[in-house]
Nanobody, 120 residues
């Protein structure tokens, strides 16, 4: 099982970025997929999650209204659309898959992260 996050980069405040989480070895629709981020010197925090099959979505208060999580089954990929980004969104973003599928509790598979830097 491999999860690969991509799409990070340097973006100006107020700009947009779309992150992708591509999977091999599993069907992402059978798992809840979460996005997490970790900034230097800070603990990892959950950003967003989409449940398996039904696709209920959850967001941290800090990103609600700015970020959107979605899943494209044909490409076995989950996206995180980041709009109106702020400097405090700067972090390494990672995706993870949860067998239980409800976005509650721990995750079973983790991917490598992608760096997002918000700066002018």
């Amino acid at each position: 099982v491999q999860l690969q996050a991509s799409g990070g980069g340097l973006v100006q405040p107020g700009g947009s970025l779309r992150l992708s989480c591509a999977a091999s070895g599993i069907n992402l629709d059978d798992y809840a997929i979460g996005w997490f981020r970790q900034a230097p010197g800070k603990v990892r925090e959950g950003v967003s999650c989409i449940t398996k099959r039904v696709g209920t979505t959850y967001y941290a208060d800090s990103v609600k209204g700015r970020f959107t999580i979605s899943r494209e089954n044909a490409k076995n990929t989950v996206y995180l659309q980041m709009n109106s980004v702020k400097p405090e969104d700067t972090a390494v973003y990672s995706c993870a898959a949860q067998i239980l599928g409800n976005c509650q509790g721990g995750y079973d598979y983790w991917g490598q992260g992608t760096q997002v830097t918000v700066s002018s």
